[in-house]
DNA sequence: GTGCTCAAAATTGTATACAACTTTGGTTAC
DNA sequence: GTAACCAAAGTTGTATACAATTTTGAGCAC
């Protein structure tokens, strides 16, 4: 059998492969990322780690001890309430300014979002499906062409995943709301103010849905978590 | 004479020295931030300084055009409205939370702030004066007690300064209103709405006073801007 | 068994070296 | 005079090396 060589990743393609892996909850928070194991898993100095590790740091999914090394962040119950707080405050507006806005084709692409949600929901990857549900909202941030608010709720959703493998005790029940369906209908027939209603609902909804007093996290080992 | 050999900057104080200087208006948008340049002024090694620089490229307070180098961000026209289309959703609303919880120690804080940006003033140093009258918007902030939404608000003063360094054509206006006097009154009256009200009102009145046709930036060569 | 000491291991932060890729400017052919 | 081409310089991205600091753990005293 011959070895085909993989090629060692760029440093950025690197910090997307571990973002996508927190984000799809393989690396639980609290995970130990040393740079060392990283370098060997992926064939990669620490040079290239550390560069990756540290945009992954700027967007707070990972978290520096004063020499103990990085690790997957875990947000304080603090934190958890006022991400949501934020988004409570930033995203139904957001909402409003995509349906007034919102072209045939923007109802698409939110459309092809929730089939793919439903797919992984299907395939059972329950991880994935989080993850696409986080993008739909990212998406509607797109649609209201608003790319400095984007990057905001780009940040707020890395965080929110992080909260919800915490402190979300029953995962099937988000899934299961057909609030993204609701949304379309209202970009559908430009209906803004539904829409923002609709968004501060489901933004309601997904906080009540957390348990903000118990953690529910079981950090694996690195290499554990990473080869599956 | 015996040189004092002073001790290298670590990656965090370069880059907190940088953040300055750009905030200051001493870097102005559109210098170049050659790594071997940056190093040669500061005693460090290109690994430093691109530590520094990627933070500060998170930030976005410099851009990197792609094998040409890094350079102090020129946000665009666009990127302006943006900005402050966000400030517009998001700082009054905060404003009205820390009027609600601000303490007497609080309002003696943000009174501190606007003596010491009225001292900047009759000095001259505009920069420096530009600097602490966006700080008064953090401490706000901060005083509402919302670490995620003061994160957000930082980074809107960060784009804002250089903003301001390129769209701004009469500097002397914005120091001479008397808004945030206005507003810390509304908060030692914990009068929220005032206070949201005040906050909107300013807002509108800095986007007057920028003018988005014209760029009026002059950049610099980099130790010329950083040898004064 | 508990607590202290010290050495070994681990980890970070930084400097240096090097290869690959762009841009740039000058030279040459036409 | 213009366009193509090539070489040189500049720049980035990454690997490796090394010193400094901190944690860890084993051994020993009590």
């Known amino acids: 059998m011959t070895e085909i060589p993989i090629p060692a990743p760029t440093a950025h393609q690197l910090f997307e492969k571990l973002e996508l892996a927190i984000h799809e909850h393989q690396l639980a928070p609290g995970t130990k990322l040393g740079e060392d194991d990283i370098g060997d898993i992926y064939g990669v100095s620490r040079t290239t780690v550390r560069a990756a590790l540290q945009t992954l740091s ?11 090394g990085a690790f997957v962040a875990q947000p304080s119950v603090r934190e958890a309430r006022e991400v ?12 409003y300014s995509a349906a007034e806005r919102a072209s045939p084709e923007d109802i698409l692409k939110l459309q092809a979002h929730i089939d793919a949600e439903h797919e992984a929901l299907a395939d059972g990857n329950h991880g994935r499906a989080l993850y696409l549900s986080g993008q739909f909202h990212i998406e509607i941030a797109k649609i209201a062409d608003q790319q400095t608010i984007e990057t905001f709720i780009t940040q707020l959703m890395s965080r929110s995943s992080l909260i919800v493998a915490l402190y979300w ?6 899934c299961e709301s057909h609030a993204h369906d609701a949304l379309i209908s209202a970009f559908a027939d430009h209906d803004g103010p539904r829409a923002e209603e609709l968004m501060k609902n489901h933004l309601v909804d997904l906080v009540t849905s957390l348990d903000l007093r118990n953690k529910v996290s079981a950090p694996l080992s690195l290499k554990d978590a990473l080869s599956r």
């Open 169 to 174: 005790q029953r995962r099937a029940a988000m």
């Open 58 to 68: 700027h967007q707070r999914l990972v978290e520096h001890k004063r020499n103990r």
């Open 84 to 95: 949501f707080e934020a988004r409570a405050l930033i995203e139904p507006r957001t909402a």
